[in-house]
């Protein structure tokens, strides 16, 4: 019977495509330690370091012991408490936006917001190199979707073009830093298009929100464009160092979600103590960033790159798990990206800087992954 998923397993393993989880012993702001070795951890997106902080958790479980390790229940039934409403008022308040929803998860978000936004007769565009999320949420609807060629403005508005007026709602979904090769979205031409050709825009920030920005709320708030932008998600699990996520927009938008998000109805909310530290991070240590998370991208920057993430695209997937060993044995930990993450033919690393690695060692670590090319 299960001969095969055997079959399965050994032609992953035989193209270097098998996966498996690693036992590590501990980790920190910037090192990650295994088998007795310590190894600068470009494979986190802990960004700000607020992650795996002791100091930080101490400090924060000092001025609130009042809250417990889980709510049992969804939110719509007895799983919040007023700490969620403070975390979405408070949100709400720094995107000057109606109302906030906050999810489990940026896996939720995308699925509950894609899956629920685009019924029967409606139509989502989405960037070609969208997470993963946003594509199952998008199978999952009732509406079609159209996937278009990557940052391609022009492509997608001969899509526009061709099959806007063909159904009622439509919705544009963009990440806005894109997850496996660190651009960004030309988020100025998207809204130009929504407005041109009525359409909801979506802006995904995960991966942008805590890092860009003078409050840390990310490209769209760089760019002054947040008013512009129909709903926009955001994570706590990477910048922010703890677990979550949320989707800010109009009433009607959110209200909608609450009642039609399933990933969000039927999910157990998260711990209260979660709610309170994210909601403690983003009020009292978020806030004072703002020259690291400039420094961190502006060495990103001088590695070629957009953001705090550094797409080194090796090609073949035993060349791109030879050159991981070979950053390993020199004191890096990065993991290789493989398809379907990212498009066959790009296996690569991914470099995910945060505020404590150096210039100099990302440097060192490009150069290393560069010569075994």
Not at 134 to 154: A, V
Not at 271 to 276: C, D, E, V
Request: aromatic letters at 10%; hydrophobic letters at 40%.
């Amino acid at each position: 019977m299960l001969e095969k998923f055997d079959e399965q397993l050994k032609i992953l393993k035989k193209h270097s495509h098998f996966r498996d989880i690693k036992d590590f012993e501990s980790k920190d702001e910037k090192y990650i330690y295994i088998n007795d070795k310590k190894l600068i951890n470009l494979s986190s997106n802990n960004y700000l370091g607020f992650a795996d902080n002791k100091s930080l958790t101490e400090e924060f479980l000092n001025t609130c012991d009042k809250y417990s390790f889980g709510s049992a229940s969804a939110r719509l039934l007895t799983g919040t408490l007023p700490v969620y409403k403070e975390l979405e008022n408070l949100l709400s308040q720094l995107f000057n936006k109606d109302a906030t929803l906050l999810f489990n998860s940026g896996y939720h978000a995308n699925v509950g917001i894609n899956s629920s936004i685009a019924g029967k007769g409606d139509v989502i565009f989405s960037d070609k190199l969208n997470h993963a999320s946003i594509i199952d949420g998008m199978k999952l609807s009732d509406g079609k979707f159209f996937r278009y060629p990557h940052n391609n403005m022009e492509a997608l508005e001969k899509l526009l073009i061709r099959e806007r007026n063909n159904f009622k709602n439509a919705v544009i979904v963009s990440e806005s830093v894109f997850s496996m090769d660190g651009d960004i979205a030309d988020l100025e031409k998207l809204i130009e298009l929504k407005e041109k050709y009525n359409c909801i825009l979506i802006i995904d920030e995960a991966h942008a929100f805590g890092v860009f920005g003078q409050k840390g709320l990310g490209v769209c708030e760089t760019l002054g464009i947040i008013d512009k932008v129909d709903l926009i998600m955001g994570t706590f699990g990477k910048a922010i160092g703890s677990m979550g996520a949320f989707a800010v927009g109009n009433q009607t938008l959110i209200d909608y979600l609450t009642n039609k998000a399933r990933s969000f109805i039927f999910s157990t909310a998260l711990p209260p103590i979660n709610i309170a530290f994210t909601k403690w991070i983003i009020e009292n240590k978020l806030p004072t960033t703002y020259e690291k998370r400039m420094q961190m991208l502006k060495i990103g920057e001088n590695a070629g790159s957009d953001s705090h993430i550094i797409p080194i695209v090796i090609g073949g997937n035993q060349k791109t798990v030879e050159t991981c060993e070979i950053l390993y044995q020199n004191g890096y930990f990065t993991l290789p990206i493989r398809p379907p993450t990212v498009p066959e033919g790009t296996s690569r690393l991914r470099l995910s800087l945060t505020t404590e690695i150096t210039e100099q060692e990302l440097n060192n670590a490009i150069h290393l992954a560069k010569q075994t090319k």
